[in-house]
């Protein structure tokens, strides 16, 4: 089967970093995608690892350890708009992608 | 301005009725996805399609049925509608060659039986 692992809450205050950690275990893997959902509305792609490695992407940076089943999204100069649930997603073979529960996260002042 | 359009937004409808959820896309994916998606919880994918004609079940069964005859149209539909189908469903879309761009989601359909 399919597992997908995420704190369920974390809270960082305004302008802070903050790492939300992923770990998986697939039948396969084609890469790691982040996602980013404020409540009521649809997820929206945030980043994509293939490689080990960081990617970074302004604020935002993603990093991937195959040989650990492992990533985190890392957040810079936290902004209040970050208030958000982000979803770690796995593209396991068979072209699927499996999704964690999500990490919702609070930015206070 | 929205690629993945979901109609209706919100629906509220009696039990045993029968409902189709729309979902349209403009970008020309080959691959489009239905999840179920409850508050709180982790997105279940329901149904999938690599194309026209082709259709696959997901890891929820949700006694739903899709199908898709022309590339930019995924609807869903519910044959006999139940309170335990109140949920949040989205429509993702994607290229099938270009994984690193991964999905692009609708808004969503959220759905109430009662």
């Known amino acids: 089967g399919q597992n997908i692992d995420q704190p369920t809450e974390m809270t960082a205050t305004e302008g802070a970093i903050v790492q939300i950690n992923c770990t998986y275990q697939t039948s396969g893997f084609n890469g790691l995608f982040w996602y980013q959902q404020h409540a009521g509305e649809a997820p929206t792609f945030l980043s994509y690892?293939?490689?080990?490695g960081l990617e970074e992407k302004g604020r935002f940076s993603s990093f991937l350890s195959r040989s650990k089943g492992y990533s985190y999204l890392l957040l810079k100069e936290l902004q209040m708009k970050d208030s958000a649930s982000y979803l770690c997603a796995v593209h396991s073979l068979g072209n699927q992608f499996y999704f964690g529960t999500g990490t919702s996260l609070t930015v206070i002042p | 301005e929205a690629d993945i359009y979901q109609t209706p937004r919100y629906l509220v409808i009696g039990t045993g009725k029968k409902i189709t959820l729309e979902c349209s896309q403009t970008m020309g994916h080959d691959k489009m996805y239905w999840y179920q998606q409850d508050p709180g919880m982790e997105l279940h994918l329901i149904h999938y399609s690599y194309g026209v004609n082709s259709t696959e079940k997901g890891d929820l069964s949700s006694e739903s049925t899709v199908s898709r005859i022309r590339t930019e149209h995924f609807p869903l539909t519910l044959e006999s509608a139940r309170p335990s189908h109140t949920s949040q469903y989205l429509c993702?879309?994607?290229?099938?060659?270009?994984?690193?761009?991964?999905?692009?989601f609708g808004s969503g359909t959220r759905l109430t039986v009662v």
């Open positions: 993702a879309s994607s290229e099938y060659y270009r994984a690193d761009y991964g999905y692009t």
């Open positions: 690892n293939v490689l080990d």
